[in-house]
């Protein structure tokens, strides 16, 4: 069954650092979403992406943070300058030719801030 | 702000016991409603969609939609210990997918 791929399973990176999370949505899927979940709390919805372009992004989602879709298959989660409060856990997910189908997620990156 | 609500538990029930979880969300003009599974240090695992008001059954789930009310529950007949995990509720924004994600109900089932 195809799923969302990745990379890496785990980040450690100064605080100050850039990081850039990686990830293969499902190769059919048109819709691609970045959501995060800090230890403990809920899942939250940073942004999702659309014919090349941010279809919606949330309070979260501030200068520091931009997405791109360099190729046919990768979405990229850019995080210029990391914060101690960044650290969380950052799930990719896609979806299909409908925002309103459903989201299939990857198995999310754990992003640690020293 | 719009919010999804779960009673986050624990819920305990015995082993082929019915478990009935439940979620109220603020947003009306939400049209999809989904339901995720996630183990622990694991990712959300999609259960169940439901989008029409009513109930719709895939095997041992069933979900429940009114919207009038703004609640959804999904029922898991014949539980089983392997279905412990948090339960997810969200709600689906239809012009951009964004998802609203509850707290979250804890499930514990015993043998």
């Known amino acids: 069954e195809p799923e969302v791929t990745q990379t890496p399973s785990h980040q450690v990176t100064q605080m100050g650092q850039e990081v850039i999370l990686r990830c293969v949505p499902i190769?059919?899927?048109?819709?691609f979403y970045w959501y995060r979940q800090i230890l403990g709390q809920k899942v939250e919805f940073l942004v999702s992406?659309?014919?090349?372009?941010?279809?919606?992004k949330s309070e979260i989602f501030d200068d520091q943070f931009s997405v791109e879709r360099p190729d046919g298959s990768n979405f990229t989660l850019k995080i210029r300058s990391t914060k101690l409060e960044d650290s969380a856990m950052y799930f990719c997910?896609?979806?299909?030719?409908?925002?309103?189908?459903?989201?299939?997620f990857g198995d999310g990156t754990r992003l640690s801030i020293l | 702000q719009k919010e999804v609500e779960q009673n986050s538990g624990p819920l305990s029930v015995p082993e082929g016991a019915i478990a009935s979880l439940n979620c109220t969300y603020s947003?009306?003009?939400?049209?999809?409603f989904f339901w995720y599974r996630q183990y622990s240090g694991k990712s959300p695992e999609l259960i169940m969609s439901?989008?029409?008001?009513g109930d719709k059954e895939d095997g041992r789930f069933t979900a429940q939609l009114n919207k009038a009310s703004q609640y959804v529950s999904l029922l898991i007949r014949d539980s089983q210990p392997s279905d412990s995990a948090t339960y997810l509720c969200?709600?689906?924004?239809?012009?951009?997918?964004?998802?609203?994600f509850g707290q979250g109900t804890t499930l514990q089932v015993k043998p």
């Open positions: 997910a896609s979806g299909l030719t409908d925002p309103n189908q459903p989201q299939h």
């Open positions: 190769s059919n899927h048109l819709y």
């Open positions: 439901i989008y029409s008001n």
């Open positions: 947003d009306r003009g939400s049209q999809s």
């Open positions: 992406f659309y014919n090349n372009e941010i279809s919606e």
């Open positions: 969200a709600s689906g924004s239809s012009n951009t997918g964004k998802l609203i």
